[in-house]
């Protein structure tokens, strides 16, 4: 199993861009979360899904959208990139009946 | 919903000594407490968790404790090593299909 990943490791975008960050993962997990780490504001949530379909807002939603079209796979789209999106950018997964999160490498995303 | 506070922010011990990371949550329904170690440029990973019906779990040098009266929770780390520096998060979940809440991080430094 290839576990979290996530692409691209790191982007530069200028304020007004958008893009996709990509998640997948092979483990077949029902639950799927978008984080986002700033220095001294621990990860915070911004999007997470329990299954295919299905998707809900988490703390720090505004200006991420998200899809969950397949159990693998789970992109965060930036609609217009701001540099308050500067951060470093988590997706985790969990299966049912285990707590514990597995987390990808992370998306160092600079907006300038 | 739930409100995870973690202290201190910062630790610093020398090697050999013990360190401890404490964190409270707010949301009495909360019953998994997982902690995540994350190494500097690296992803955060699972290294302990502790249910509620379990007041301390040990694993060789960590151990967590959890005192549900007062809606506390502990990490303790012996005999401390410099590649136990790293940041460590806290977080606090109902378990099932909750999402875990983080605590905004401890930086423990060990110093040789």
């Known amino acids: 199993n290839a576990g979290v990943t996530q692409t691209p490791k790191f982007q530069v975008l200028k304020t007004g861009q958008s893009m996709t960050l990509q998640c997948a993962q092979d483990?077949?997990?029902?639950?799927m979360s978008w984080y986002r780490q700033d220095p001294g504001m621990g990860l915070r949530l911004i999007h997470y899904?329990?299954?295919?379909?299905?998707?809900d807002q988490g703390e720090v939603p505004n200006g991420y959208n998200v899809s969950r079209s397949t159990t693998e796979d789970f992109p965060l789209r930036l609609l217009s990139a701001a540099p308050s999106q500067t951060s470093v950018y988590f997706c985790a997964s969990r299966v049912t009946g285990v707590d514990g999160y597995t987390f990808g490498s992370g998306t160092r995303l600079t907006v300038v | 919903g739930e409100n995870v506070e973690q202290h201190p922010s910062t630790l610093s011990v020398q090697e050999g000594d013990s360190a401890v990371i404490k964190c409270t949550y707010s949301d009495s329904a909360s019953n998994y407490f997982p902690w995540y170690k994350q190494e500097l440029g690296k992803r955060p990973q699972l290294i302990i968790d502790?249910?509620?019906?379990?007041g301390e779990k040990k694993d060789q040098r960590i151990a967590v404790t959890l005192n549900k009266t007062a809606k506390h929770f502990s990490l303790h780390i012996t005999e401390t090593q410099p590649e136990d520096s790293a940041v460590y998060f806290c977080a606090a979940s109902r378990g099932g299909s909750y999402i875990p809440t983080f605590g905004r991080g401890t930086s423990l430094i060990v110093h040789p």
């Open positions: 502790i249910r509620s019906n379990v």
């Open positions: 483990m077949n997990h029902e639950y």
């Open positions: 899904s329990v299954g295919a379909g299905i998707t």
